[in-house]
Nanobody, 121 residues
Framework: QVQLVESGGGLVQPGGSLRLSCAVS????????MAWYRQAPGKQRELVAT???????NYADPVKGRFTISRDNAKNTVYLQMNSLKPEDTAVYYC???????????????WGQGTQVTVSS
């Protein structure tokens, strides 16, 4: 069974930094594109950043120039480096991975459980 586990969230002051990690575990799969989303209280979940299997990133406008998405394919892990954090970045952050199962050939999106990021003084 494939699982995604996020870590690295917490409380940080405005202007500070955090690094989120999302590790994919299990057997018999390959990982395609990966992404980070976030959901603030009372708001819809929104896309933050994506990265292709080849490592090409893309960012939502609110985080361009402040956040960096990266991946380590050997560790099946995606990262989100968040700098110059603002109170409006406060949200639960979720990772998503496009995964293909070897034994069935079925591809689908898998989600992590989320990690809370709070930016406050």
């Amino acid at each position: 069974q494939v699982q995604l586990v996020e870590s690295g969230g917490g409380l940080v002051q405005p202007g500070g930094s955090l690094r989120l990690s999302c590790a994919v575990s299990g057997l018999g799969f390959s990982i395609n594109a990966m992404a980070w989303y976030r959901q603030a209280p009372g708001k819809q979940r929104e896309l933050v950043a994506t990265i292709t299997g080849g490592g090409i990133p893309n960012y939502a406008d609110p985080v361009k120039g402040r956040f960096t998405i990266s991946r380590d394919n050997a560790k099946n892990t995606v990262y989100l480096q968040m700098n110059s954090l603002k109170p409006e970045d406060t949200a639960v952050y979720y990772c998503k991975a496009g995964i293909t199962l070897y034994y069935t050939g079925v591809a689908g999106d898998y989600w992590g459980q989320g990690t809370q990021v709070t930016v406050s003084s």
